[in-house]
Structure formats: structure tokens, C-alpha cells
């Protein structure tokens, strides 16, 4: 019974943090993406 319980709490702390990670992956693809725009339009 303490098995389930304690496999239960565990994805709960993984779902806290994955929209964490995932707003730092979309921070950095964003910031990727407009740094190629950029370096484009700077002609590199």
C-alpha cells in the first residue's frame, strides 16, 4: 500500500516541475529562433 502511494506523490512533483522546463525550452527556442532572424537580417 505505501508503494502506490509514494509512486503517486513522485508525478506530482515531476508535473510541478515539467512547466518549469518547459517554459525555459520555450524561452530558449524563442530566443534561438529570433537570434537567427537576427543574424539573417544582419546579413552573417
Known sequence: ???????RRRPAHDEERHPVLRGVALFVCITAFLGALYWKAMGW
Open 1 to 7: 500500500m505505501a508503494d502506490p502511494r509514494k509512486k
